[in-house]
């Protein structure tokens, strides 16, 4: 839930109320209570007709991507998604029917892919143009990123629109991630490939898998590769 700050304004011309974005009510008092010391009894004071009380929204809740990661890593070992390395996944694709779920952006899925493998950018690039994104394009740029990304909101529905919740899919992004700890790393490291691997078994899919290395290991090892100039 959102965080609420308020605000005190003076209104002339009606009696107290609360004004807020979701709605309005007015009355014709508020009993206050403020603690002075921790040693006094607790005093009440009425705050004077004319005062009007603005609650405004500061902070908006997380995305099931923005959790923890070590929530998201918890629920992943619960429901057994398990980490397989480039070789395994090519032999699961051509023996089992696994499908190659890449979430990596548009472009870089364009430029060079696994075979079949099925596109769902998880991340995409800003598209808004609201004072809010304007602003996060500016703090992008000014650590050199020109290619500011943010959540797919529609990851899910697209997802769903391709396959189905019995499909059998190994996630995969660039770089990978791992669930297995380390002396550096005892939660493992998060990846994209990791937080849609996430958000599948939230939503119900049952055969996720997902692709440690990412798919720098798979170009390195030199498997097979299509790019959409090819198809």
Known sequence: MASLTSSISLHSSSPLGFASKHGHCSCSWLTVRSVRSTRKRLSSQTVPRGLRVRCAATKQAKSPAEEEWKIKRALLLQKKVRSVDAKEALRLQKENNFVILDVRPVKEFEEAHPPNAVNVQIYRLIKEWTAWDIAR??????????????????????????????????????????????????????SRSLIAAYLLVLNGYTNVFHLEGGLYSWFKEGLPVESAEEE
């Open 137 to 190: 394009r500016a703090a992008f740029a000014f650590f050199g990123i020109f290619a500011g990304t943010e959540e797919n909101p529609e990851f899910i529905q697209t997802v769903e629109s391709k396959l189905d919740k019995n499909a059998k899919i190994i996630v995969a992004c660039a770089a990978g991630g791992t669930m297995r700890p380390t002396q550096n790393l005892p939660e493992g490291q998060q």
